[in-house]
């Protein structure tokens, strides 16, 4: 029989295979054992599984090692379930088995995640007593480390009687897998001190945790580590992960070199530096990396396609991300491999055309729940909350349970449109499922606030495991938006207090709510503590301190913060406009307004707005009918009720209340409580009751529940006179259970900090 073992490896097509096969049944050495395992040995490496199981079954009594062999060869295929079962199977038949098939059973079980059978193959090496066979020891490690199992993969290595270079990098790599990269780093200083090789391997696993851990200074060295012993291997992974090391230090110049100085130009390292742009927001060098790569015919993966991909789609390229769908489609690439047609469905949402994402996601039916994602999000993006919410619904229908980041979409987009039930029944999976993490938490409390429910979103904020900066964030901004300025302020002072984290966003939310509150003092004490921090000012920041200043009166100051902005928005343009026409300086918010039109930046209907109740104030009427006749002829901006309000208010008070009431009927949908309240208004300061008499059935049967409206109506028929129509007004407010509002003043008394 070992005359014909050359022949065995001489094999390199399925022809020759079958006749050596053909030879060896006709010599009748078929059932030879050594002869029957190298078939199936054969026959499995040429991917004729089937054919191996064949030759087994057809062995009268199969040994430990021809019982090995074929599990090793499920295992190689694939086939995990099929080689537990085997080896099951073994086991029942067999009383002793070869500590040869161990590795294989033990891979088995980490590829399928089933840590049950893996400790009981354990069970089985222990009182075999081969536990300290270094080929068990090692396949033992990777398995419980495979499976995220960290301190059993911990015991079998400090338990380990000898320790070579594969069980050091072995450990290592399963704790920066595992997101313990810094134990892994401390384990490598561990290795150095002992004196041990060292390989690519163990330092393609330093150099992730480095950049996991945004170590500058380590990954420099473990470079130079690298250079100085000439450490590479075969395929370049090591430089692959170099390059991918200085991407996440941001470092894209050096990345840049190593690239285009790399001894091996794999697909790996293509994919290291697409990845290394992406990660760096370069996307369009991403492309252009991508079609460098083409041109030199390197062969792609399916990493470097969903790399591509998510480019054109933070580009909104959607030319380019149909030519890579149809370059997928054309090399019959499965869609389902690491993802790639949730990349695909993203970059069609991106790209605004969520009806190619849902014909990427129709077209097949196993779903996994990340394609379900991003469909959900792209929708919540477009603001199509009821698809969105009918395909969160899908979900469960299929019998597939939704993880965060589907959660937090549809809390999203249940808050967008005040859809508070069901947001709380989301609430409530989140609940149920365990997935109440701080993502979820965070979406639950902007849900809430969105809603109204402010309570609600201050206990989910409470009773939050970690209290992170953007769920304190969300809280200020809900109390801000809520009318709960004071409490917002409140948490911002908390934050201080006990030295939390601050960011752009928390400043932002406390200046916003000391412009609700018109606490000057509080928002000059925030505005120092900015340039303390040293947080980086930018338009919107900008805008929101003009805003502040201006609200609360200071207009030297306002100025001067939107005097020192280097870019400016239409809101800020805006704020500085109202600001000026609050405080009754009209001529400055005229020029300020033309200033901006001759900038090239087109006013839109909040401008105008600003404007008008600028010269409504003033009493500028000509000059308020100028703009409003300009926004409709030059900047083809539709007033809307506000707007009109204005305009009625502007000659109501002007005393033009024919030309007022013209404006209420000339209008292209009926007038609000808002609209005929100015004209109330107008007669009130006039003293027409003559005219108040004219329109009062258009008045009287308003329908509204403007408390307000109501007030204002029934003191100027009792200021004229008419109690039975004060009366009527009146006993309207009580049956609709309407009270008149009490005014009230605030004042800044308390100014330390």
Not at 70 to 77: A, G, M, S, T
Not at 545 to 565: E, H
């Amino acid at each position: 029989m070992t005359l014909y073992m050359p022949l065995f490896r001489a094999c390199r097509t399925s022809r020759t295979l079958i006749q050596l096969h053909a030879h060896l049944i006709v010599t009748g050495l078929q059932r030879n054992p050594l002869a029957s395992t190298k078939l199936i040995e054969s026959y499995a490496q040429m991917g004729f599984i089937k054919s191996s199981k064949l030759i087994f079954a057809n062995f009268l009594s199969p040994d430990s090692f021809m019982w090995g062999v074929l599990i090793k060869c499920y295992v190689w295929n694939g086939l995990f379930q099929e080689a537990i079962f085997m080896y099951q199977k073994m086991l029942y038949n067999m009383t002793q088995f070869n500590s040869f098939i161990l590795p294989s059973i033990l891979r088995a079980c980490s590829a399928i995640n089933d840590l049950g059978m893996g400790e009981k193959v354990h069970t089985r090496i222990i009182k075999s007593g081969i536990e300290s066979d270094p080929f068990v020891e090692t396949s033992l490690l990777s398995m419980y480390g495979e499976m995220g199992c960290l301190n059993n993969a911990r015991k079998i290595f400090d338990e380990m009687s000898v320790r070579d270079m594969v069980s050091w990098s072995s450990i290592i790599s399963i704790h920066v897998q595992n997101g313990e990269a810094s134990e892994g780093l401390e384990i490598f200083r561990k290795m150095t001190t002992e004196k041990m090789d060292i390989d690519s391997v163990t330092m393609f696993s330093v150099s992730e945790a480095c950049g996991e851990l945004g170590l500058w200074r380590a990954g420099k060295s473990v470079h130079g580590y690298v250079v100085r012993r000439d450490i590479e291997n075969d395929d370049g992974a090591l430089g692959s992960s170099l390059v991918a090391m200085y991407g996440k230090f941001g470092d894209l110049r050096t990345a840049e070199l190593l690239f285009y100085n790399g001894i091996y130009q794999s697909v790996s390292l293509w994919t290291a530096m697409i990845t290394c742009y992406n990660q760096n927001g370069c996307f369009q060098e991403a492309v252009e990396t991508f079609v460098e790569m083409q041109g030199r015919n390197v062969e792609t993966n399916t990493v470097t396609l969903m790399n591509i991909v998510s480019s054109c789609a933070r580009l909104g390229w959607l030319r380019e991300g149909k030519s890579i769908h149809g370059y997928v489609i054309r090399n019959n690439i499965d869609l389902d491999i690491d993802f790639l047609r949730s990349q695909l469905i993203d970059m069609y949402a991106n790209c605004g055309k969520l009806n190619y994402a849902r014909e990427v996601f129709d077209i097949t039916h196993d779903r996994h729940i990340v394609s379900w994602n991003m469909l959900i999000s792209g929708y919540v993006r477009e603001q199509m909350v009821n698809e969105a919410l009918t395909l969160f619904v899908q979900v469960f229908i299929q019998g597939m349970l939704p993880d965060t980041f589907a959660l937090a979409s549809v809390l999203s987009a249940c808050g967008d449109i005040g859809f508070s039930k069901f947001g709380c029944q989301v609430h409530g999976c989140a609940i149920k499922t365990c997935l109440l993490n701080e993502f979820v938490q965070n979406a639950l409390i902007d849900m809430y606030s969105k809603c109204g429910f402010v309570d609600s979103a201050y206990r989910v904020f409470r009773t939050a495991q970690h209290e992170s900066v953007i769920a304190r964030n969300s809280m200020m901004c809900g109390f801000s938006q809520n009318g709960y300025s004071e409490e917002a302020i409140s948490l911002f002072d908390e934050m201080y207090d006990k030295c939390l984290q601050v960011d752009e966003v928390t400043f932002l939310s406390a200046i916003q709510a000391c412009s609700n509150l018109g606490y000057i003092e509080k928002g000059k004490w925030i505005h120092n503590k900015l340039i303390t921090f040293g947080v980086t000012k930018d338009m919107y920041m900008d805008t929101a301190l003009s805003n502040m200043y201006a609200r609360c009166g200071d207009l030297q100051m306002a100025r001067r913060v939107f005097d020192s902005m280097t870019e400016r928005s239409m809101v800020s343009w805006s704020v500085m406009i109202g600001g000026y026409g609050m405080h009754g300086h009209i001529d400055a918010a005229v020029s300020l307004f033309n200033k901006m039109v001759e900038s090239g930046i087109r006013p839109n209907d909040v401008a105008f707005m600003n404007i008008l109740s600028a010269c409504s104030h003033a009493g500028y009427v000509e000059e308020g009918k100028f703009y409003f006749n300009s926004m409709i002829k030059d900047f083809d901006v539709k007033p809307n009720s506000e707007h009109y309000s204005c305009l009625v208010d502007m000659l109501s008070r002007a005393g033009d209340l024919n030309g007022a009431y013209e404006v209420v009927n000339s209008m292209p949908f009926p007038a609000d409580a808002s609209i005929w309240g100015a004209l109330v208004n107008g007669c009130r300061i006039h003293q027409r009751m003559d005219f108040l008499k004219c329109i009062q059935r258009d008045l009287v049967n308003r329908d509204t529940d403007d408390s307000g409206y109501y007030t204002l109506l029934s003191n100027v028929l009792a200021e004229g006179g008419e109690w039975n129509e004060f009366r009527t007004v009146r006993s309207k407010m009580r049956s609709m259970g309407l009270k008149k509002v009490h005014g009230y003043s605030k004042i800044e008394i308390d100014t330390s900090s």
